[in-house]
């Protein structure tokens, strides 16, 4: 499993609660290949060490970017977050 490959298809795909379950047990699939961690809580923890955050983690603070550079890029944006919300 390649990382850097499934954190591109998270961008691409769309977002259900069965996509990110299913992306965020891929992860933890290869962080057991990678560094052969034994049990939920040393995947956790590696997760933790490496700085490999959930999925839906991702997400959120990919959208709050996006939302922060489209507000400030257009005089219009705000009220378009604001009515979007």
Known sequence: ???????????????NESTIRMFNAMVDRA????????????????????????????LCRRRSVFIKKYVTCFPWGNLIVRNAQ
């Open 1 to 15: 499993m390649c990382l850097p490959i499934i954190l591109y298809a998270v961008e691409v795909v769309q977002h």
């Open 31 to 58: 962080v057991f290949r990678i560094f052969g961690c034994a049990s939920a809580e040393d995947i956790k923890y590696t997760r933790s060490v490496v700085n490999l955050p959930c999925v839906d983690d991702v």
